[in-house]
């Protein structure tokens, strides 16, 4: 077996910059939508074990990071038209204008949210609090589609790859196999679901509780939004 460490590889489809833009472009997306993504939803999923409320800069550093990689990979594709070249890149472009356009529906709401308690007042002047339920609902919702798309979108993406270039052209396109990446994040899901299903799960239902500098006190399943 012999892996091109280069990017020269001599597939039907392109080499050089081509093929090293491709597998950056298809490496960054994975990283920020089936590892950086997941990560930030699951620092939020599994707030309730992790201690202090790390989870929060935990789940800002997710997003970040894996916002700034979307970007990157986004910017690689500039003054590049494919359009019509065949079915799966017209699929490939379609789901990822979707993506795009979650992604920064959620960005909104994130930097939009409204305040915990009414003390605080109106988030920037004129987000209520009384808001804070829709924007909860709003935001746990949007989050699993958007990844459930962005996964969707870097399938066709790995299709695309493995159409164009060998398997051997390089070690992106090596990497960059439908088995290997998304096992890796099926990996992920699966441990977060385990964590959620069997700890953070039995530790919040009926009463939350929540740690502050005097020792615990107690949250209504119904006040929960508030730990968010």
């Known amino acids: 077996m012999s892996v091109d460490l280069t990017g020269q590889g001599g597939s039907a489809y392109g080499s050089g910059s081509h093929l090293n833009r491709d597998v950056a472009h298809g490496v960054l997306m994975a990283l920020a939508w089936l590892i950086f993504m997941p990560s930030a939803s699951a620092a939020a999923l599994l707030k309730n074990i992790i201690p202090n409320g790390m989870w929060f800069n935990a ?3 997710c997003v970040g990071a894996g916002s ?9 594709l500039i003054g590049r038209d494919e359009h019509g070249e065949d079915d799966d890149l017209e699929k490939h472009y379609a789901l990822g204008v979707a993506v795009i356009a979650l992604w920064l529906i959620q960005l909104a709401l994130g930097a939009l949210r409204p305040n915990k308690n009414p003390e605080q007042g109106a988030r920037l002047g004129f987000i209520p609090t009384a808001l804070r339920p829709l924007w909860f609902l709003a935001h746990r919702i949007v989050a699993p589609l958007v990844i459930i798309l962005a996964a969707a979108t870097c399938w066709v993406g790995t299709e695309l790859m493995e159409d164009r270039y060998d398997r051997y052209d390089s070690i992106g396109t090596y990497v960059l196999q439908r088995g290997f990446i998304f096992g890796f994040f099926g990996g992920i899901v699966l441990i977060v679901l385990f964590l959620y299903f069997t700890v953070a799960r039995g530790m919040s239902s009926g009463i939350r509780t929540r740690r502050n500098n005097h020792g615990f006190h107690t949250l209504t399943s119904t006040q929960g939004f508030e730990l968010a």
Not at 68 to 76: Q, V, Y
């Open 59 to 61: 789940h800002l550093a």
């Open 68 to 76: 700034l990689l979307f970007a990157i990979a986004l910017g690689l």
